[in-house]
């Protein structure tokens, strides 16, 4: 169960090799967590990851999970929870693509769609049946400022995130008074592997930064949580923008 | 199923407003609607509610069953001779006050609010200001009727394993139907009250050591946002009920009418960080200030002397949205040090509590999972949206357990699960026991579970 805090006790992460997620995990560890679940497709890196979680004391399971692969979530999801409520379900798999190749070969922007979106969209809703059914818990849902406007560089990624973005949001109101809590978290550009090489837009944040502000959302049960905070201005700025001066935006 | 006992999902938190979860919630009106209702809560189990005052997940159970007992609130026998009452389980002791108290007798013990259930009073084996002269709830309690999880109905009395574990057990050994009490005779419904200020920590301990014997209820309120050499600063209400004699002759027709005061509720919606230090700190200064350095004999009715909250309605809205936490812990006698370190810390803190209260325990009682130990208890309230409350509530849990102490389960939102078997060392026995009476884990509150008691 979770504490007066929104601390969550057991965990699941979909994608649990995420820098960001892993983060977080390691937070909530040193607050309340002691049964974590990393869903990812098997590698050493998600074996790495649990291992250097146990380290820390609790107890960790790895799970073969697949966002490309829409059929398994049920049965998946289903053998996690029928082991024991799941306080929190922290929604953290997606790829960025290349945005230049990506647009060169259409198969390979679908696959970052079905991925950050379709996945995303599949897993959401048996996660959130799941919670409904236990009648408690947090979805969060780890979207990105990318999806707030589409830009010229990653509309994308920015275009998957925009769906996964509504679709969470939808399911939040869907999930009003059922127990379940969703937020959506909206990092800008967060210092990481999967952001490696790349070059670094202004207000750029870290893993820890996004973990400690979930931490902050559980605890006064946010429905959306900007990182940094400045971001909410700053794109309800950027929203407002017109599409010519938007498109010579350097960004 | 009639259709008031139809369930309703819908989601529940304790007093605290902390943690919603929802449940279906069931108001059996009668023994056998109650008994249904266990039968068919399902898989993840049922709970039961009285009147929603615990502060924590205690009578919540997320995805399962949730018994409202507030249905079985009729009084069925009072023996005004002998002063026992028989009375439904969802009875609240306002109830009870207002038909006993013209009989000339009073519940044996009140906690600072008349809106709980004798059900509830049982479960979590509460006290009152007069701890120390008259124990804990289930010290009153000569037998209670149990709906155990077999469907089964027992009568528990006093001395036996299953109802030291239902004193204090928190619901979770099964639904309390009926409960026999033990009464006070009081001959008027005025408090005859002395009140004194304290003006720290040491001289507030030594008043209350020294003199607390005199009384039979006693408190102290407690300014935790005075520091330096006003750390601990309290106003001590302490008094009796009084006699006839002490009541002006014009009063004395009169002595035992019960009135109680109600002001408008609070707003649902109310800003978060209303109490804030310095509205608090200004609160606290004034409650101070305003009470007599020493006064003696005030005659105050039993709401204002018990009960000062009770006049507003959902007063819990004040803390806004996010909730509010109560922190409760005992020590021992002779862990003093300990008290005056806690306290010295949340000074420190700064957390803007503005009803904290010290009460010294007396003789413990042998519920299982009962709070109450012989030495100091402190409570209070803080903001749950304060920065870095969990890192710090859990600070002083180590505190607390390594001197032997415990905080109060019926308050709890927040415990690290570790530490409960140090704070309860009967613990194992309760849960020997709920695998005896209870193999298939019928009762299940969020606390059970998140404690897994």
Redesign the interface.
Known sequence: ???????P?SLLVLGGTSEIALATVRRLIA??TRVVWLAGRPSPALETAAAELRALGPEVHTVAFDALDPGAHEEVLGKIFAEG?VDMVLLAFGVLGDQAGDEREPAAAVRVVQTNYTGAVSAGLVAARAL?????GSLVVLSSVAGERARRSNFIYGSSKAGLDAFAQGLGDALH????HVMVVRPGFVRSKMTEGLPETPLATTPESVATAVELGL??RSETVWVPGALRVVMSALRHVPRGLFRRLAL | MSASTAPVTTTVTGWGRTAPTAARLIRPRTYEEAAAAVRECGARGGIPRGLGRAYGDAAQNAGGAVFDMTGLDRIHAIDADDGTVLCGAGVSLHRLMEVLLPLGWFVPVTPGTRQVTVGGAIGADIHGKNHHVSGSFSRHVLSFELLTADGEIRTVGRGTPLFDATAGGMGLTGVILTATLRLLPVETSLMSVDTERASDLDDLMARLAGTDHHYRYSVAWIDLLARGAATGRAVLTRGDHAPLDALPARARTRALEFRTPRFPAAPAFLPEGLLSRTTVGLFNELWYRKAPRARTGELQRIPSFFHPLDGVPHWNRVYGRGGFVQYQFVVGHGREDTLRRIVRRIADRRCPSFLAVLKRFGEADPGWLSFPLPGWTLALDIPAGLPGLGAFLDGLDEEVAAAGGRVYLAKDSRLRPELLAAMYPRLDDFRALRARVDPRGVFVSDLSRRLAL
């Open positions: 169960m979770k504490d007066a805090f929104g601390l006790q607050r309340r409520d409904q059914a236990q009648g408690h008074g059922t127990g379940v605890r006064r």
